[in-house]
T-cell receptor, first 111, second 115 residues
Framework: EDKVVQSPLSLVVHEGDTVTLNCSYE??????LLWYKQEKKAPTFLFML????IEKKSGRLSSILDKKELSSILNITATQTGDSAIYLC???????????FGQGTRLTINP | DTAVSQTPKYLVTQMGNDKSIKCEQN?????MYWYKQDSKKFLKIMFS???????INETVPNRFSPKSPDKAHLNLHINSLELGDSAVYFC??????????????FGNGTRLTVT
C-alpha cells in the first residue's frame, strides 16, 4: 500500500528559529512530491518536486527531494508566527490520478 | 473571486439523514476531486472526475455518490449518514487530467458533523 509518513507530527518553536520538516514515502511508481500549508481552511500549494537534489525556494521556505532516500525536507528559516500551520506532504503516482498525503506536521511558532 | 468554492461550510445532521455538498471551480480546470480529512488530519481521496467522467472511486461506500453536471461542478451526495462520516470534506481541482504537473487547488472545506 502506498504510504507517506511525516515527522515530527508536532513541533513548537520560538519566532526566529529555523525548522526542518521531514517526509518519507513508500509508493509504487513515484512521479512527484508536493508540499502544502494548511492554516484554518484550504491547503495551499507550496512546492512540487520531481528531480532529486534540486532545491526549490520561496522566500524563507525551501525544499529538496532525495529520491535515493525516498524522502524530502521542508526548511523554514527565521520563522514567524504566521508560519504556524499544518504542513502536508503528498506524493503523486505514475498512472494514478491522485495524491497520497501524509498525516501532516503541526507547526506552532511562539512569539 | 474564490477559485474553488464549496457549500455549505458547516453541516450538522443526525444519523440516517441524507445530505449534499456542492462544489464549483472557476479556474477552467478539467479535473475535480473530493477528499476527506479525518480528525487526525489525514487527507484521503474519495473521487476524481475528469470533464464529467468518473476516473477514481477509492473504495468509498455506496452511500456516497458524486455527480458532475459539467466540468466546473462536482457535488457529493451522502445517503444514510453514519457517525463515522463526520470529517472535513474538501473539493479540489487541477488543470490537467491527474496531478503530475499541476498542483491541486482546494476549496475551504465542509465540516460535516453527524450526531
Amino acid at each position: 500500500e502506498d504510504k507517506v509518513v511525516q515527522s515530527p507530527l508536532s513541533l513548537v518553536v520560538h519566532e526566529g528559529d529555523t525548522v526542518t520538516l521531514n517526509c518519507s514515502y513508500e509508493v509504487t511508481n513515484f512521479r512527484s512530491l508536493l508540499w502544502y500549508k494548511q492554516e484554518k481552511k484550504a491547503p495551499t500549494f507550496l512546492f512540487m518536486l520531481t528531480s532529486s537534489g534540486i532545491e526549490k525556494k520561496s522566500g524563507r521556505l525551501s525544499s529538496i527531494l532525495d529520491k535515493k532516500e525516498l524522502s524530502s525536507i521542508l526548511n523554514i528559516t527565521a520563522t514567524q508566527t504566521g508560519d504556524s500551520a499544518i504542513y502536508l506532504c503528498a506524493v503523486s503516482i505514475q498512472g494514478a490520478q491522485k495524491l497520497v498525503f501524509g498525516q501532516g506536521t503541526r507547526l506552532t511558532i511562539n512569539p | 473571486d474564490t477559485a474553488v468554492s464549496q457549500t455549505p461550510k458547516y453541516l450538522v445532521t443526525q444519523m440516517g439523514n441524507d445530505k449534499s455538498i456542492k462544489c464549483e471551480q472557476n479556474l477552467g480546470h478539467d479535473t475535480m476531486y473530493w477528499y476527506k480529512q479525518d480528525s487526525k488530519k489525514f487527507l484521503k481521496i474519495m473521487f476524481s472526475y475528469n470533464n464529467k467522467e468518473l476516473i477514481i472511486n477509492e473504495t468509498v461506500p455506496n452511500r456516497f455518490s458524486p455527480k458532475s453536471p459539467d466540468k466546473a461542478h462536482l457535488n457529493l451526495h451522502i445517503n444514510s449518514l453514519e457517525l463515522g462520516d463526520s470529517a472535513v470534506y474538501f473539493c479540489a481541482s487541477s488543470q490537467e487530467r491527474g496531478v503530475y504537473n499541476s498542483p491541486l487547488h482546494f476549496g475551504n472545506g465542509t465540516r460535516l458533523t453527524v450526531t
